[in-house]
């Protein structure tokens, strides 16, 4: 494997390996380690060039420095990412281990985007850096319960309730997440409105819960907006219509661009950012390497404490945002900084 090292301002070190034998085309950047070794989920997707996949690598590696830390966390952030284009073999994920071995335990690899828990086994076989590989770990279950924590927070704030009765919330996406923020929602008292692309997941189940098309999601009435699908549906289109006083929800990324906070504000929406909404998956994922922790759940006291103290952080944020008029996404991002700075 050919090794470059990638000299980037504000990161700590950025590698690009490449091995002709099995494939493996992959970015590792390593943001910040100033609270501890960088955690970050390896991306697996068919990049169109070079440029586009370490851009996506900088940017995801610098997003986890910011979510880790404010979910007061002692780890760093990090990313990597794989080119999907020759295909997953056992050789590949064998060749991405070694460049994580490369950084000698600077940066922990995990899952994201494309990369299933058969994969993290695979890399796994060949690096000791490595979490969120067991079975046991459904980050999927602490996402969700986190977004739940987020959105009750978010209720309290906008309308001084300690519970979800009488309020419609709207959800976007019915996988891992969606589908398990509704659960909560529902035992909470609250309406459902969701939507997916894939239609099979919209299965009417006579509880409070109603569909409809994919599309039609922006524009219905509701008192908070969870986006728990795709990244970058806040935007110029998309904004205008919403009818909700807030958002909070798992998807990753879901501002078009860091602007749409503030239209947002203008709109009198209050956001919760996402990395601090969804930081509930990364939060099992670091409790997964103590390994006396069996049956490590979102149940599970040392998680569930840190998971229930979303509801403060956001709620603080909010009550920040309201009174210095400044985004709550501004908020998020001192506060993250006043920790790994
Ligand atoms: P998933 O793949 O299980 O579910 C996503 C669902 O969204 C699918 O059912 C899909 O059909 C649907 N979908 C895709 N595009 C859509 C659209 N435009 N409109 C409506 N539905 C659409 O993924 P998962 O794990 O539930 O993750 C959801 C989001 O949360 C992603 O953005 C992910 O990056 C983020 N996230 C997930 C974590 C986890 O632990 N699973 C942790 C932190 C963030």
Not at 45 to 71: I, V, W
Not at 215 to 223: A, F, G, N, S, T
Not at 262 to 274: A, C, M, Q, S, T
Not at 291 to 315: A, H
């Amino acid at each position: 494997m050919i090794i470059t090292e990638i000299s980037v301002d504000g990161y700590e070190e950025v590698v690009h390996g490449v091995d002709k034998q099995t494939g493996l085309d992959a970015y590792i950047a390593v943001h910040n380690i100033k609270l501890g070794p960088a955690l970050g989920g390896c991306r697996y997707y068919p990049y169109k060039t070079s440029e586009k996949q370490l851009e996506d690598t900088l940017r995801l590696a610098k997003g986890m420095t910011y979510k880790n830390a404010l979910a007061g966390l002692d780890l760093g952030g990090g990313k990597a990412t794989v080119n999907a284009m020759p295909g997953k073999s056992p050789e590949l994920w064998q060749a991405f281990a070694g460049l994580v071995n490369n950084l000698y335990g600077k940066y922990i690899t995990s899952g994201d985007v494309g990369t299933t828990v058969h994969d993290l086994k695979e890399i796994a076989k060949s690096t000791d850096f490595i979490l969120g590989h067991e079975s046991k770990t459904d980050s999927g279950v602490a996402t969700a319960f986190g977004v739940f924590q987020s959105i009750i927070a978010l209720n309290k704030f906008l309308c001084g309730a300690n519970s979800l009765k009488g309020k419609t919330i709207a959800v976007q996406g019915l996988g891992k997440v969606g589908s398990r923020v509704i659960n909560f929602c529902l035992e909470n008292g609250a309406t459902i409105i969701a939507t997916d692309t894939d239609p099979d997941t919209m299965i009417d189940d006579h509880a409070p819960i109603s569909f409809v098309d994919p599309d039609k999601i922006y524009e219905v009435e509701c008192d908070i907006f969870s986006p728990c699908a795709v990244g970058g549906i806040l935007n110029r289109t998309t904004i205008p219509k919403l009818k909700c006083a807030g958002i909070a929800g798992g998807a990753n990324n879901q501002l078009g661009s860091d602007g749409h906070a503030g239209f947002l504000k203008e709109r009198n929406i209050f956001y919760v950012p996402d990395y601090l909404a969804n930081c509930g998956g990364v939060i099992i994922v670091e409790k997964s390497q103590d390994k006396t922790l069996v049956d490590l759940n979102y149940e599970s006291p040392i998680v569930k404490k840190r998971l229930d103290s979303i509801f403060n952080t956001v709620f603080k944020v909010l009550m920040e945002s309201s009174k210095t008029n400044q985004t709550t996404t501004k908020i998020c991002n001192d506060l993250a900084e006043e920790r790994f700075q």
